[in-house]
């Protein structure tokens, strides 16, 4: 099917590996010529499974279209850091030094563990960059599985870029600010597209989301849960919508409706982020892609949530359909295929975004295809020169006796420059030092926000509110009583204090001396954690009762998991990571509100990925 002058692009997600062949026409036209998909159970107990789920998925499509060759995949945005960094102004010369510096601040990890890219975003006349960085065995496990179903790897970019590079080939005259959603299995990717502006952020919420939901509330498997949703399933709307309805059927949408307002109550909040941390604009449209938004009603539903029009997003005007194609089938699965079409505009060079993950085993064959030409001619050089070696030996050796007397001279003249150039070396890591100071002031200065933004993200639900947030030191989780530790660095009178007047506490902790005659010293203790108050909700529609605290408690322990997160639920101990139980992180969870009252009280200890000095 796909021959040296075709494109095959292939999107991997958590629920569905699509695969497309793409020609370019005479006239520059991109011409889909071959189009399917292989469906993924997104069981959360299966993802051990789920590696060798998309190995087979690609294989049985690579046989069923006949693919041959390299190709270019996406991977989720869930898989990947990515992280928005603006620039100032530099020349174009100094521009890949200081933005390895910016990715060496902002990934959570050692450079050398991970494969990452940047492009430069341009607008209104700042210079912003996107950083993408995934770890390197994720990305090598996920290109092990490409291999094995016979195919190369031109190129790997990230769901979020393929989606904006078709959105802006099929609507190039939108100018006006839009945010599209992506509703994949484990995540939904937010993109905001303004102009030349871009920004996107993945919520904890996709189609795996409202299954789980589905198998809890009516207490069946998840393969069952997916089948109701998937033949059965919609979303109930406001005013009464559900009465028109069975009881089973209306039970069952009002279900998808509660889950899919977490992913409508982070959109505000992503939108807010969006507008104060880089200075977009609220979207006046709404366009909604992915294998998530199938749901009947999905449009109505987010009209009604987030009041801006909605539309599928169709990215099929940017390409030309060949006849060999399902239209019928294609007309309904559009909104699904944006990424696989901007990865289409890759190998056409029509892409605005190109973020282009590097495998390790692919960086290596591509540095030996640059270095086989010169392999070819030094062979020719070698063996030229053992034909002539005996007749030229002698000229040789006087020829360098020649240039080792020569370059001796100039290592001479070339010493006094060489002391200026070392001085310039120890100022300039003079200038390194200062700026590492200032950048790391930066990163104390967005870890609190970042962090309160993903604390809200994890306990956005409809039965818990938090009443109170306090920033605590000495947090000691392995303490004989570890939750009675922590103390608040806020003087309980704070809001008292006079205008200019000291509102934190002086916490210390003890340093016993290294020697018996060495003193024992108090210094300033450093937050270390988070203590959260609040309640929950008893009500007929949170079955979970006091449950629903340890599930937010648990979102946040899995993003910590996933790495990137301000909050960390392991420790070192005797050389080995010991996960917190509740017990280290729950100091009181009411079991049921005190009588005349609906909420019941909880308090949690959040301990912080990285200490805080107060001060």
């Known amino acids: 099917m796909a021959d040296q002058s075709s494109t095959i692009t292939l999107n991997i997600g958590t629920q569905r590996v699509a695969a497309a062949v793409f020609e370019t026409s005479k006239s520059g036209e991109l011409v889909l010529k071959a189009y399917d998909d292989e469906k993924i159970l997104a069981d959360p107990a299966t993802d051990a499974a789920r590696p060798a789920q998309i190995r087979a998925a690609i294989s049985e499509l690579v046989g069923r279209l006949g693919l041959k060759g390299k190709a270019r995949y996406a991977i989720s945005g869930q898989s990947v850091f990515i992280r928005f960094v603006k620039l100032p102004p530099l020349d174009d010369d100094n521009i890949e030094q200081l933005v390895t510096f910016e990715a060496q601040q902002h990934v959570p990890f050692p450079l050398e563990e991970v494969v990452w890219d940047y492009e ?28 094995d179903a016979g195919l190369g790897t031109a190129e790997v970019d990230v769901s979020p870029m393929a989606l904006y590079n078709a959105f802006r080939a099929a609507y190039p005259d939108i100018d006006e600010p839009v945010l ?12 905001y597209i303004e102009g030349n502006r871009f920004f996107t952020r993945s919520a904890n919420v996709g189609g ?4 789980t939901a589905i198998a809890k509330e009516f207490d069946v498997p998840f393969v069952e849960a997916e089948a109701h949703k998937t033949h059965g399933g919609l979303v109930a709307l406001g005013g009464g919508h559900t009465e028109q309805l069975d009881e089973a059927t209306a039970a069952l949408a009002m279900c998808i409706r509660n889950a899919m307002t977490r992913l409508a109550t982070e959109i505000p909040r992503t939108t807010n982020y969006y507008r104060s941390q880089h200075g977009g604009s609220a979207p006046k449209r709404v366009f909604l892609a992915g294998g998530g938004a199938n749901l009947p009603y999905a449009k109505e539903f987010f009209e009604e949530k987030l009041r801006l029009p909605v539309d599928y997003f169709n990215p099929l005007p940017a390409i030309t359909v060949g006849s060999e194609v399902d239209t019928e089938r294609l007309s309904k699965e559009a909104h699904t295929m944006g990424e696989l079409i901007g990865l289409g505009l890759r ?37 030229l020169g053992a034909l002539v070696g005996g007749v030229f030996k002698w000229q040789a050796a006087n020829k360098a006796r020649e240039e080792a007397d020569k370059l001796a001279r ?16 120890k100022k300039q890591q003079k200038l390194e030092n200062v700026a590492s100071i200032y950048v790391g002031a ?7 926000l970042d ?37 608040s660095v806020v003087k309980k009178d704070f809001g008292r204090t006079a205008y200019g007047g000291e509102g934190l506490e002086n916490v210390t902790i003890t340093i016993k001396g290294t020697r018996p005659r060495d003193p024992d010293r108090k210094v300033a203790a450093s937050v270390n954690a988070l203590r959260l108050k609040g309640f929950w909700l008893n009500s007929k529609s949170n079955t979970k009762g006091q449950n629903v605290v340890y599930d937010l408690l648990a979102r946040l322990q899995e993003n910590a998991k996933e790495g990137g997160s301000h909050f960390k639920f392991s420790v070192k101990r005797d050389g ?34 990285r200490e805080v000095r107060p001060r």
């Open 347 to 383: 190998g056409s060079g029509r892409s605005r975004l190109n973020i282009d993950l590097v495998p390790a085993k692919v960086g290596e064959a591509r540095a030996a295809e640059k270095r086989k030409p010169l392999f070819i001619a030094a062979a020719a050089l070698l063996m």
């Open 180 to 191: 599209l959603i992506d509703v994949g299995a484990k995540t939904s990717d937010l993109l």
């Open 442 to 448: 930066e990163r104390s200065r967005t870890f609190w």
């Open 410 to 425: 100039i290592a001479d003249e070339l010493q006094q420059p060489a002391q200026a150039i070392d001085r310039q070396v």
């Open 120 to 147: 430069i975003l341009e607008s209104g006349g700042e210079k912003e960059v996107v950083i993408v960085a995934i770890k390197g065995e994720a990305l090598e496990e996920i290109n092990e599985g490409v291999d």
């Open 576 to 609: 080995k990571d010991v996960e917190l139980e509740n017990s280290q992180l729950v100091p009181k969870i009411d079991a049921a509100p005190k009588e005349g009252e609906y909420a019941a009280y909880f308090e949690l200890i959040l301990p912080l990925s």
């Open 451 to 487: 962090a309160f933004d993903e604390l809200s993200n994890a306990f956005a639900s409809e039965f818990v509110w938090i009443t109170d947030m306090d920033p605590v030191a000495a947090y000691q989780p392995f303490a004989e009583k570890p939750l009675e530790t922590p103390k």
């Open 208 to 211: 795996a989301a409202v299954s």
